[in-house]
Structures are given as C-alpha cells and as structure tokens.
C-alpha cells in the first residue's frame, strides 16, 4: 500500500516549487558572497550582478542563441529516442542479433565524441546538421542500455502468467514487457538529456557557427568572461528545464512505478 | 477430468540431475476438489506445472478431459502464490486481461468481471491500482482474473501462503464457496494442513526427493466446512491427524536412494 501523501497544498508547495528555488538562491548567493569576500577579478570569476549585466546588455541575441542550440538538442534528442528504442526492441526480441550488435555498439560509444567533432566538420561542414548528428551519437546509448534493461527484466510471475494464458510472443511484449520497461526508458531518457546538450555544445565550440557553444568560443576570443558565464548560466537552466520536463512526462506515464518501489 | 500417469520430471541443474518428480499416477474428477500437500521441495509445484502445461513432464504423460496436455489451454485457469497483476492496470482491467489476450469481446464478459468483483468483495475497487490494494484483496483480484475464463480446471499454486494467517482463513472460506458454487475441478497445492481438510474432498500428499505420490486421503467431512462453531470438530481432528502422520513420520517409500531420504 502506498503512503497517504501527509500535508496540506501547502506543504506541497513548499517540497516541490519553493525549496528548490531557495536551494537555487543560496548557491547564487555564496558565489556573489565568494567573489566579494575573496576579491576575484571579474576576468576570472565575474560576480552574478556582472553575469546579470552582460546578459541584458544583448538579451534578444542571447535568447536566439539559446534558442538555436535549444532545436538542435531537440532534434537530436528526439531522433535519439525513437532511433535508441527501436534498437533496444530489436536487441531485447533476438539474442543472436544483440550477441552481434552489442560489441559494436559498445565500442562506437566508447570513441571520445570529442575526438568525432572535426571529422564531421569534414563530412557534414558547417551548419545544423554535425551539431545534430553529435547530439544523436552522445545521447542514444544510454536510451539503449536502459530500455533494453527494462524490457529483459520482465518479473519471472508475470512471464509465467502470460504463458499461462496461452499470449503470443507480441502479446506479451505489448502487453506485458513495454509497459514493465517504460520505468527503465525513462532513467535512460533522463541520463540522455544533460547528455544531449553537451554533445549539442560539442558541436558548437569545435565548429562554432551559431548557438551558445559557438557564444562560448567567442566569449574566449574577445576575453569576455561574464558573457561566457551568461552563456553557460542560460545552458544550465535550458539542461534543467529539459530534465524536469522528461520528469514531468514520467510522472504522467508511469504512476506506478513510484508506488511499486516505495 | 485430469489424469495423470507415471508422469516423471527430472530437471538438469548445476550439480547434476535433479529427480523432481518420480511415476504419479492420479486421477481428479470432474468438479472434484484434490488438494496436493507435502513439504518444501517435494515436487508439488512441479505436479501443477505439468498439469498446467507450463512444464513438460520427461517420463508418462498428463491428460485434461480425455486430451494430452502439451501447452497452456484457455480452459484452465491457474492462480499463483503471489498475485502477479499488471501494476498499470486497473482491477477490472487486470481482471479483462485473459479475455483481451483470448480476443474475446471485451463487452460481453464486462458483467461477468463486475459480478466476480461483487462476489469477492471488491466492487468499489475496480477502478484502483493494484498497488492500492492489500496483499488479500490482490490475491481475490487474481481469483477473479481466473474464473473469468469460465474455466473447466482451476490450478492454484499456494495461492494463500504470502498472507497473514487470518486472510488465509477468509480466502479459503470464500473459494470454498465459489467452488460449491460454479462446481469447478480444482487442484489446489498448499503446504497447510487446515487448508487441505477445510477445502478439499481427496488429499494427495507427496513426499519429498524424489516426489512420489504417498498416499491419497479422502475428507468425508460435509460441506459446507467452517473453522468456527458445527464444525465437525472429531472428523476434522481426524483427518488433520491423518495427514500430520503422513506428514512428519520418516517414511523409506521404494526405490528412495539412501541420501536423499527426507
């Protein structure tokens, strides 16, 4: 049986909305304190008022830039998923075909994609499609692995409960082995997504056209630190969002999953 | 309506093969209730799996209604020791599950999955998770998920052991009345003794390594059986202590290899 959730909206509040963003405030806070306190030259570490400043200097720009980066992480992302969990279906349905794709698969992970950067400016040249192609090769394994967890550890009375009413292998993959695995999709497509906006960023700094990376790059080159850190500021809160909105969809899909485990 | 002759099953494990099952020859009637009782690792379960056609047995073979058994049929229904239901479902969903899997129409058998609901006491929960629900009520929800089949042959593995002392007492009262009421042949493992001669018109009871059929006990106690006042105390008592002898006395039954005596 569950727990009865204990407490008044308000205390929902206050768990959910309102302690994560004090938790937010008093880490702003010690990094302004720091800065102050231990005299850092805003070449090195600019205060958060200098980081605020440089952003309003060019918010429309900034914002447009977020934006560009934003769409490739999307994009990528989304082709991750949808590519990540054919796979993993393929994988989990044959044993011979995951004996042979696995080793591969493996070992295209284990290649630094930093490494791939520069061959796909000279596959793909500038422009969306290297950065989109780094965040599909980032963020696909993990979605991968974890589906492919999900679907083979189906529990053993549920197995035999299937066979004992006589399903076909699709039934009781629809039926009982999809729904059983969305858990496990879902910590694959939690891990994938801070994952997708450094393969995104990848793509910008070693091929900087547009997008925060490139902004970043930039920044370097013209020694501006609070721009560099507005920039990194606006990615931080882009991977938060992004998490947070994966979450929000599991909590949809998968009520249960919470309730099982607790 | 089963009958079971010189079924063997011997499994191959790690040290060795491992003789589970050795020549049971038995035979349950049409609307009978055969209780299977013997301790821990005597094969029991085994025996229901074979019957069940989840198993295949490797010597002699197993007949329900006149026709081998080679697979899982729709016309037997089992009920597991844990209730192994969907956690995404529903209850009345859970309960559906074997008519979806059968193509069945869903509408015709939707009075019929609120009338086993209503008769087992749960018709305010149908629409609740599984996870809502007691271990109890869980286990009667996989009751109805059985009758819904409007099975011929009931198997149940242990059904009650997972539960408190006094759930088991309640549950076996009500399948004693379910089973007065539709007349369905039921073969019923379980390892208590006050369930077997609450519940059943013949025990078989097996002893242990390798499973072989003892002896069969008749229960001519008249129905209906209780647990409380007018119980036919004396021939309770009897029987129990029948099978108590049975039970815990070291037999040497032939053919029992020295070493693995219990």
């Not at chain 2, 559906?96 to 939707?110: A, K, M, T």
């Not at chain 2, 029948?242 to 005596?261: I, Y």
């Amino acid at each position: 049986m569950t727990d009865i959730q204990n407490g008044s909206r308000l205390s929902l509040v206050w768990t959910n909305a309102v302690l994560p963003v004090l938790g937010a405030v008093v880490a702003v806070g010690l990094w302004w304190l720091l800065t102050i306190v231990l005299h850092i030259d805003p070449f090195y570490v600019p205060s958060p008022p200098d980081v605020v400043d440089s952003f309003l200097r060019t918010p429309t720009y900034l914002l447009s830039e977020t934006w560009i980066t934003l769409q490739r992480v999307l994009i990528g992302f989304g082709i991750a998923a949808v590519c990540g969990l054919l796979i993993a279906v393929v994988l989990a349905a044959s044993r011979t075909v995951e004996r042979m794709a696995m080793p591969l698969l493996a070992a295209v992970n284990a290649v630094p994609k930093v490494a791939l950067a520069p061959l796909l400016l000279v596959w793909m040249g500038f422009g969306n499609s290297p950065k989109i192609v780094m965040v599909v090769l980032v963020s696909f394994f993990p979605i991968v692995v974890s589906t492919m967890a999900g679907l083979t550890s189906t529990p053993a009375d549920l197995r035999e409960l299937a066979r004992s009413l006589s399903a076909s292998w699709w039934q009781t993959f629809v039926k009982v082995r999809l729904s059983w695995a969305l858990p496990q999709v879902f910590v694959g497509l939690k891990v994938a997504t801070p994952l997708a906006i450094i393969g995104a960023v990848i793509g910008e700094v070693v091929n900087p056209d547009h997008g925060l990376g490139s902004v970043i790059v930039g920044s370097g080159a013209s020694s501006d630190t609070p721009l560099a850190f507005a920039a990194l500021v606006l990615l931080a809160v882009t991977g938060v969002v992004l998490f947070y909105f994966v979450a929000v969809i599991e909590r949809g899909l998968v009520p249960w999953a919470r309730a099982i485990a607790s | 309506m089963i009958t079971v002759s010189a079924a063997s099953r011997t499994f191959k494990g790690k040290s060795g093969r491992v003789e589970a099952l050795k020549d049971i020859n038995l035979t349950v009637g049409d609307g009978e209730f055969m209780a299977v009782i013997g301790r821990s690792g005597c094969g029991k379960s085994t025996l229901l799996r074979m019957i069940a056609g989840l198993i295949k047995p490797t010597g002699g073979e197993v007949s329900i209604a006149g026709n081998r058994v080679v697979a899982p049929r729709r016309d037997v229904a089992m009920v597991f020791q844990r209730p192994a239901l969907l956690p995404w479902r529903s209850v009345q969903d859970n309960v559906l599950l074997p008519v979806e899997i059968f193509r069945w129409r869903r509408s015709q058998h939707y009075d019929r999955a609120q009338q086993l609901l209503e008769m087992t006491g749960l018709a305010g929960f149908r629409k609740r998770l599984p996870h809502e629900l007691s271990g109890g009520m869980q286990q009667r929800v996989s009751l109805c998920r059985a009758l819904i089949q409007n099975p011929k042959v009931m198997l149940m593995d242990e059904p009650f052991s997972a539960l408190d002392a006094l759930t088991r007492e309640e549950l076996a009262v009500e399948l004693q009345r379910i089973h007065m009421e539709l007349g369905t042949t039921i073969v019923f493992v379980t390892h208590s003794i006050q369930e077997a001669v609450l519940l059943a018109d013949r025990v078989a009871v097996l002893s242990a390594r390798p499973g072989q059929l003892r002896q069969i006990v008749k229960i001519d106690i008249p129905r209906p059986r209780s647990f409380g006042h007018n119980a036919h105390l004396e021939q309770v008592a009897d029987a129990s202590a029948a099978l108590h002898q049975l039970l815990l006395t070291e037999v040497h039954l032939p053919n029992t290899p020295p070493a693995t005596r219990v």
